[in-house]
């Protein structure tokens, strides 16, 4: 069983930034691939950026330029760097941890707004 933490979200104003974290409690974080994914209200979860087990990243278009994940192994934690964010990224942004189970956090609420 994995437990995964996530923080960092809150209101910031249009073309302000924000990281995220995500803590995971797993001691064996290194091998799991990692994944960011949101959800707006009334619409479907979706992909914003993955990471490998051995750092290769993928992002969403919409997060393509924009955003960057990244992860600590030693510190067992991945992060989403979010800036120039947009009203249309408000959402509950979810850690996902993949290697054969799939293991989500309790996601953290972006909301970007004047």
């Known amino acids: 069983q994995v437990q995964l933490v996530e923080s960092g979200g809150g209101l910031v104003q249009p073309g302000g930034s924000l990281r995220l974290s995500c803590a995971a409690s797993t001691s064996i974080f290194s091998i799991y691939h990692m994944g960011w994914h949101r959800q707006a209200p009334g619409k479907q979860r979706e992909l914003v950026a993955v990471i490998t087990s051995g750092g290769l990243t993928n992002y969403a278009d919409s997060a393509k330029g924009r955003f960057t994940i990244s992860r600590d192994n030693a510190k067992k934690t991945v992060y989403l760097q979010m800036n120039s964010l947009k009203p249309e990224d408000t959402a509950v942004y979810y850690c996902?941890?993949?290697?054969?189970?799939?293991?989500w956090g309790q996601g953290t609420q972006v909301t970007v707004s004047s």
């Open positions: 996902k941890a993949d290697r054969i189970i799939t293991y």
